[in-house]
């Protein structure tokens, strides 16, 4: 009879599954990186035909790409800050007692990032010509607000539910106001949720383009510049240069967001 230990081992063929699955995820990505140093500035072969930097040095040269990625991270960095304001302040008024509507309201704050970006971005493009307010750099950080606060909200809240309320109360009864209460005691405990939640919206954020295009007027931010370049077919080894650069600057906040989250539930664990 198999003991508990032979229960718990991946069989040969969930191996096989699991390297399938990872193959089909990330096959596409490395073949993307691979091209970034093909020869070839019109097709695509297998193998390149040769490698090279030389469409690395044609990327930089270009004002357009460093424009548009320059609009990209800080159309990030202004919805990221917000969505954590916002999003944290949301968390603490839901966290704790319950109120009529609770259920509702939950739901509401979770249907930006449920529906389909489309959805949204029509939404948003019609509120915004509504009020006659032109479609620019706010509207699309306020576009990109309604899906980041998600994230940070509920990673917030999450975490507040795993305080205990007598901390909280503790702190009151030996003298702490409610900011210093905040500061001493809350604070330090979803320091890590508010870390790894906003870098998870900065990255959902950075490579946005659905929400973004009914929402950008004039801008382009980079992943609008993506979707022009893919219409000229001559410069597609420069579109793959930059993807890598994209795959770069998102994969780092994922990466750091993971291993908060990791490190902080392996210390909840015990």
């Known amino acids: 009879m198999p003991s508990r230990r032979d229960w718990n081992r991946p069989s040969l ?3 096989i599954a699991a ?3 990872l193959a089909f995820l990330h096959l596409p990505v490395l073949v993307i990186i691979l091209y970034a140093f093909t020869t070839e500035d019109r097709t695509y072969q297998f193998p390149p035909p040769g490698l090279t930097l030389h469409w690395f040095e044609v990327a930089f040269a270009r004002s357009d790409i460093w424009q548009a990625m320059r609009l990209s991270l800080i159309v990030a960095a202004v919805a990221t800050l917000l969505a954590i304001i916002l999003g944290t302040f949301a968390a603490f008024g839901m966290a704790r007692r319950p109120f009529p509507g609770k259920e509702s309201i939950t739901l509401l704050f979770v249907l930006p990032i449920a529906l389909p970006g489309i959805i949204t971005g029509l939404a948003l493009l ?3 010509r509504g009020v006659g307010i032109d479609p620019g750099f706010w509207t699309i950080v306020a576009g990109h607000v309604t899906f980041c606060l998600v994230i940070v909200y509920n990673n917030v809240l999450a975490r507040l539910r795993r305080i ?4 909280v109360e503790a702190s009151m009864d030996l003298g702490g106001g409610r900011w210093q209460t905040f500061r ?3 604070l330090p405990q979803i320091a890590t949720a508010l870390l790894a939640g906003g870098m998870l919206a900065f990255a959902l954020s950075f490579d946005e383009i659905i929400v973004t295009l009914f929402t950008a007027g004039h801008e382009k931010t980079l992943p609008i510049w993506f979707y022009s370049e893919l219409f000229r077919p001559r410069e597609r ?3 793959n240069v930059v993807a890598v650069i994209v795959i770069l600057v998102t994969l780092l906040p994922i990466l750091g967001a993971y291993y908060l989250t990791r490190t902080d539930e392996r210390g909840s664990a015990t």
């Open 19 to 21: 390297a399938a699955g």
């Open 184 to 186: 001493l005691v809350l």
């Open 13 to 15: 063929g969930q191996k």
């Open 126 to 128: 019609a509120g915004i």
């Open 237 to 239: 080894p420069i579109t």
């Open 164 to 167: 205990p309320p007598s901390w």
